[in-house]
């Protein structure tokens, strides 16, 4: 076999994602002409698409060895860094793209994207208008402005892009996907049905129309047709996990905890190493009554993932219901290392020194909660009024909660917990 007939079959294998055939056939035309950039580019496609991004990197790099300034292979690199989760070093090559050529709408709508990724919307918005300022036919960055619009809570501007890329490309089912789910969230749930159907007018096997019609079926309770259209959306759908991760989410909040455990399972089975999955996965079994199967899915998620605070504060609230405060202190502490702000994590950590009779630790937790967040919290006011009670500061607790039961007049709960502990307080005499 020569070099133009590998690379042409690994094309080939390439378009019909046959991963493992195509990765074969570019090695042997990479074994036939070593140097060959537009081969080792798309090895390294394959190797991304694999999950192989060390292969990706360094076929990439071996790539800007022999032609240095190639727009291409420093658009790959970028996305390849932004798919790695390694957010800096995608905008700094994709900014480095862009410089080269200004007019790439691809490699702009990536460094848009690193920077939404990154939490940066300001810098996103003014990549993707600046996009449209070059070229303002671009369809393709003004859906992806539509896109971060809508998720801006500004729905009238995201409606009117998409209005406009549909009168410029009446098949556009991303832009109709995209007024689907505004409906979704203005609870109109008729006109967003109206949507998804046009989109499965025009691709029958579209994943996210299938997926959203799914969860208004189950708005509207018709739970057999929404497991209907989640099959359809999983089957083809390109990003299983994604799917397989929403739906056990929508089934956690919902209450339905079997669904959801099925769900989170078969995303499990599919990549064993997402923190989200394994921690969301743990959260749903300590909500059963599960604790020690939750604890073991919480454990594996900080394995994989050493900084997730969500993890650690799970963990925190499972020991925390086994009644084991030390364990559940010592995952509430780590989880507060990586989230300082977290003032309900805060709250939690307050009440459990309470719990084992550190009670001027707690006072001095609930303290920071009123002195460095709000200064009128309730849960944060109501603990301190109860440290302050277990070390006897009778008058100063009575203080802090006749303060307290003016501040939540409105809220009846809060309000007959308030009421019992100053009943309680004055019993004793004060």
Not at 115 to 126: I, N, P, Q, T, V
Not at 145 to 164: G, I, P
Not at 191 to 217: K, T, W
Not at 323 to 348: G, K, T
């Amino acid at each position: 076999m020569d070099f133009q007939e590998a690379y042409a079959k690994g094309n080939e294998a390439l378009k019909l994602n046959r991963l493992d055939e195509a990765q074969k056939f570019f090695e042997e035309a990479l074994q036939i002409k070593p140097n060959d950039i537009y081969t080792m580019n798309k090895l390294a496609m394959v190797l991304k698409e694999k999950g192989d991004f060390d292969g990706a990197r360094e076929l990439l790099d071996g790539s800007l060895k022999v032609k240095k300034e190639d727009l291409y292979t420093n658009y790959l690199l970028g996305n390849t860094y932004l798919e790695q989760g390694d957010i800096e070093k995608a905008i700094s090559t994709l900014e480095h793209t862009v410089k080269m050529n200004p007019a790439d709408r691809y490699a702009r709508n990536s460094l848009a994207l690193a920077y939404r990724m990154k939490g940066d919307y300001e810098k996103c918005l003014e990549i993707l208008k600046k996009a449209l300022e070059v070229n303002p036919a671009d369809l393709y960055n003004k859906l992806s402005l539509a896109t971060v619009m809508f998720e801006l809570s500004n729905t009238s501007e995201a409606v009117r892009l998409a209005n406009e890329i549909i009168k410029k490309d009446a098949q556009n089912v991303s832009a109709m996907v995209l007024l689907g789910r505004v409906a979704i969230d203005n609870r109109d749930f008729a006109g967003a049905q109206g949507h998804f159907n046009r989109v499965l007018s025009i691709d029958s096997d579209n994943s996210d129309a299938n997926y959203y019609i799914g969860r208004i079926c189950l708005e509207t309770s018709t739970i057999e047709e929404a497991r209907e259209h989640f099959s359809s959306a999983l089957a083809s759908a390109p990003d299983k996990v994604s799917i397989l991760k929403n739906l056990g989410m929508i089934f956690m909040d919902k209450g339905m905890y079997a669904e959801a455990e099925e769900q989170f399972a078969l995303a499990v089975n599919i990549d064993a190493n997402d923190a989200f999955t394994l921690s969301n996965m743990g959260k749903l079994l300590v909500l059963q009554g599960r604790h020690d199967d939750g604890i073991q899915y919480l454990k594996k998620a900080v394995e994989v993932q050493p900084d997730y605070a969500f993890a650690y504060y799970n963990l925190g609230k499972a020991f925390q219901e086994k009644r084991d405060f030390p364990n559940a202190i010592y995952n509430l502490m780590f989880a507060l290392n990586y989230e300082p702000d977290d003032v309900y994590a805060v709250n939690v950590l307050g009440r459990m020194f309470l719990e084992v009779g550190l009670n001027d630790r707690a006072l001095r937790t609930f303290d920071q909660v009123l002195e460095e967040f709000d200064e009128n919290d309730r849960f944060a006011m109501l603990g301190k009024s109860e440290a302050m009670e277990a070390m006897g500061q009778l008058e100063k607790a009575l203080t802090i909660l006749n303060h307290l039961r003016k501040i939540a007049a409105e809220d009846k709960f809060m309000v007959e917990k308030v009421d019992g502990r100053i009943k309680r307080i004055k019993e004793k005499g004060v």
